[in-house]
């Protein structure tokens, strides 16, 4: 009943930008949070960034400073602004959302994964 679907990853070089989307589709009725989260081959999923319904955000230590998460509810959309890449930013980048369904029913959904690589 409800689809997110990210795109904007890609292959940069270090200290380069790139930005990502995550578009919600669906039975929606309103959406409380939203995140990023990344996996990194070999590790466990860690949130990145997160932002709540009234706009306050939270960041990673590893990314504040370089990464803005934020979001368009217009568009039911989440957007993660990446500059100064590094290496270690390389891995799979998972959108997340909080979702109340039009039946009043809250859930958690999340994207498909987007891969993110940053060469040296």
């Known amino acids: 009943q409800v689809q997110l679907v990210e795109s904007g990853g890609g292959l940069v070089q270090a200290g380069g930008s790139l930005r990502l989307s995550c578009e919600a589709s669906g039975n929606i009725f309103s959406i409380n949070g939203m995140g990023w989260y990344r996996q990194a081959p070999g590790k466990q999923r860690e949130l990145v960034a997160t932002?709540?319904?009234?706009?306050?955000?939270n960041y990673a230590d590893s990314v504040k400073g370089r990464f803005t998460i934020s979001r368009d509810d217009a568009k039911n959309t989440v957007y993660l602004q990446m500059n100064s890449l590094k290496p270690d930013d390389t891995a799979v980048y998972y959108c997340?959302?909080?979702?109340?369904?039009?039946?009043?029913?809250?859930?958690?959904?999340w994207g498909q994964g987007t891969q993110v690589t940053v060469s040296s």
């Open positions: 997340y959302m909080g979702i109340i369904i039009r039946s009043r029913l809250p859930g958690d959904y």
């Open positions: 932002i709540s319904s009234g706009g306050n955000t």
